[in-house]
């Protein structure tokens, strides 16, 4: 063999081993480029997660709330005594009120009523009033719309 064909041997080998390590190489970075990949499709993944994670919590948070809510109706409705023409929140043997029977039954919604002292109570919400068995027609001025039992 010839010099030149020898020379020319190595230069083709030496071409040939820099392709195959640049072949290497790359399949490397491939390999480093679909770990990558996978990496920022995993994190996406974790995002998503949490963001899937805080709307439970916040329907968890929202969940109690409606059940604390419930929970005090009920209590109320338990402590709750109709004594016409009003409704009275009772504690053992004490008793708290009046409140307006007309606000309560249409949205539960218990609104003190204003009296005079003579029988005769307002609510402000509403404007109804009632009256029970203190009350005196001979009261001036206080003329009753909604009159009691």
């Known amino acids: 063999m010839e010099l030149a064909a ?15 390590k640049l072949i290497k190489d790359s399949e490397i970075s491939l390999e480093k480029a679909e770990t990558k990949l996978k990496l920022a499709e995993l994190i996406s993944a974790l995002a998503d997660a949490k963001i899937e994670v805080t709307g439970v919590q916040q329907a968890l948070l929202d969940k109690d709330a409606e059940l604390r809510a419930l929970q005090e109706q009920l209590n109320v409705k338990q402590k709750l005594q109709w004594q016409q023409p009003y409704y009275w929140l009772m504690e053992g043997s004490k008793r708290d009120g009046p409140f307006c029977q007309h606000c309560y039954d249409k949205e539960q919604q218990l609104i003190r009523l204003q009296g005079n002292g003579k029988g005769f109570w307002q609510c402000k919400v509403c404007k109804n009033t009632y009256t029970d068995s203190n009350y005196k027609p001979s009261n001036v001025g206080l003329v009753p719309r909604n009159r009691g039992y």
């Open 6 to 20: 020898i020379t020319t041997l190595l230069g083709s080998i030496k071409t040939a081993t820099e392709i195959a």
